[in-house]
C-alpha cells in the first residue's frame, strides 16, 4: 500500500511540476556509479543506528539484569531493526517500537528494555538531529533564535535521561498498579548514542549530496546545506505523527529548503522524488532479504543469542 501511494506522490509530483522538471531532467546527467555510492553510504549510515540500538539495549539489560544478560549479535539486530523498521509506514508511529519489543523477546531479550531502548535512542538522534540543524542550517534555513533556545533545552534534557528513566518506570507502576522497574542506563551508553546519531545526520547529508550529484551529474553549494535540508525535512516527516514515512511532509519541507538552497523548481521537484525512492528502495530492500532469509532456512526453536561482538 505504500509503494502505491508513493508512486502515486511521484506522479502528482511530476504533473503538477511537469515543465520545469522536463527541463531539469533534459539538463540532467544521470550517473548511476555515483547513485550506488550515495546508496552505500546510507547502508553504512544504516548500521551506525543499529549499533546505537545495540549500545542502549546492552546497557540497560546490564544493569538489570547483570552481566551475564543474553546480548543481541548485529546482524541479529540488524533483522529486528530492519523488519520492524517496516512498521514506520503505518501512521502513528507506535507500530516500529511494538514490533521490535516482539522480535527481541523472541529472541531472550526482555521486550520492554528492547522497546525502551528504542524510544530512548529515538529520542537521543532526535535530538542529534535538531543540533546538527542548528549547527548546519541555522543561517541558511532561518532558524530562529527561540529555536535554538528550545534546542538547548532538549540537550539538557538528554543530559537528565538517565537519571529520569527509573523515576518514569516507578511512576508507570503506580499509575498501572504493577512493579515496574527500570534500571539506570549508563551514561557511557548515551553519549555512544549521541555521538553514532549526530554522525549518522551529517552522514546522511553526505549521502544525499552525493545522490544529487548522481541524479543531475553535478551539484552546487557547501556540504552544510544538504545535511540541513535533509535533517530538516526528515525531522518535519518524523513528527508528522499522521503521515507514514513522513510522506508529504518531508518533500514539502525538502522542496522549500533546496529551492533556498538555489535550486531551481524543476531540480528541487526531481531531487525531492529521487530522494523519496532512493530512501523507499535502501529501508524495504534490507527487510525483504531479511524476511526472506527467514523464510527459506529450517525452522528451529527461539533462543536467547548471546553474543560479546
Same mark, same amino acid.
Given at each position: 500500500? $505504500?509503494?502505491?501511494? /508513493? ?22 546527467? #544521470?550517473?548511476?556509479? *555515483?547513485?550506488? =555510492? ?9 548500521? =551506525? ?17 547483570? #552481566? ?27 507500530? @516500529? ?7 527481541? @523477546? ?12 528504542? /524510544?530512548?535512542?529515538? !529520542? ?7 543540533? %546538527? ?5 541555522? &543561517?541558511? !534555513?532561518?532558524?530562529?533564535? !527561540? ?38 542506563? #549508563? ?17 546522511? &547529508? %553526505? ?5 544529487? *550529484?548522481?541524479?543531475? &551529474? ?26 507514514? &514515512?513522513? *510522506?508529504? /511532509? ?12 538555489? $535550486?531551481?523548481?524543476? @531540480? ?8 523519496? /525512492? ?9 527487510? %525483504? ?8 532456512? #529450517? ?11
Amino acid at each position: 500500500m $505504500f509503494a502505491i501511494a /508513493v508512486v502515486v506522490a511521484v506522479a502528482y509530483a511530476l504533473v503538477r511540476e511537469w515543465q520545469p522538471v522536463t527541463a531539469a531532467m533534459h539538463e540532467a546527467r #544521470p550517473r548511476w556509479s *555515483v547513485l550506488a =555510492l550515495s546508496g552505500a553510504i546510507v547502508l553504512a549510515n544504516y548500521a =551506525l543506528l543499529i549499533e546505537a540500538w545495540r549500545v542502549v539495549l546492552a546497557g540497560w539489560e546490564g544493569e538489570r539484569r547483570g #552481566p551475564d544478560a543474553p546480548r543481541l549479535g548485529f546482524w541479529e539486530s540488524a533483522r529486528i531493526w530492519s523488519v520492524s523498521n517496516l512498521g514506520r509506514y503505518i501512521p502513528g508511529k507506535v507500530w @516500529q517500537m511494538g514490533s521490535m519489543a516482539v522480535m527481541a @523477546q523472541e529472541r531472550g531479550v526482555s521486550g520492554i528494555t528492547a522497546a525502551g531502548a528504542a /524510544v530512548i535512542v529515538t !529520542l537521543i538522534n532526535t535530538v542529534a538531529g535538531f543540533v %546538527v540543524l542548528a549547527l548546519t542550517g541555522a &543561517g541558511a !534555513l532561518h532558524v530562529p533564535a !527561540l529555536g535554538i533556545a528550545v534546542i538547548a533545552l532538549l540537550g539538557v534534557g538528554l543530559l537528565l535521561a538517565p537519571q529520569l528513566i527509573p523515576w518514569l518506570g516507578s511512576l508507570a507502576g503506580r499509575i498501572l498498579r504493577r512493579p515496574i522497574v527500570l534500571g539506570r542506563i #549508563p551514561h557511557t551508553a548515551i553519549w555512544i548514542a549521541a555521538l553514532i546519531s549526530a554522525a549518522s545526520w551529517v552522514v546522511y &547529508g %553526505v549521502a544525499f549530496r552525493v545522490m544529487a *550529484v548522481g541524479v543531475l &551529474g553535478g551539484a552546487t553549494g557547501a556540504v552544510g546545506t544538504y545535511i540541513a535540508v535533509f535533517t530538516a525535512s526528515y525531522l518535519a516527516g518524523f513528527l508528522a505523527l499522521i503521515a507514514p &514515512g513522513g *510522506v508529504g /511532509v518531508r518533500e514539502i519541507v525538502m522542496f522549500a529548503g533546496l529551492q533556498r538552497a538555489g $535550486f531551481t523548481g524543476g @531540480q528541487a521537484t526531481l531531487l525531492v522524488v529521487s530522494s523519496r /525512492v532512493w530512501l523507499t528502495i535502501l529501508e524495504i530492500v534490507p527487510a %525483504v532479504l531479511f524476511l526472506a532469509r527467514q523464510w527459506m532456512r #529450517p525452522r528451529r526453536s527461539d533462543g536467547p543469542i548471546e553474543s560479546t561482538r
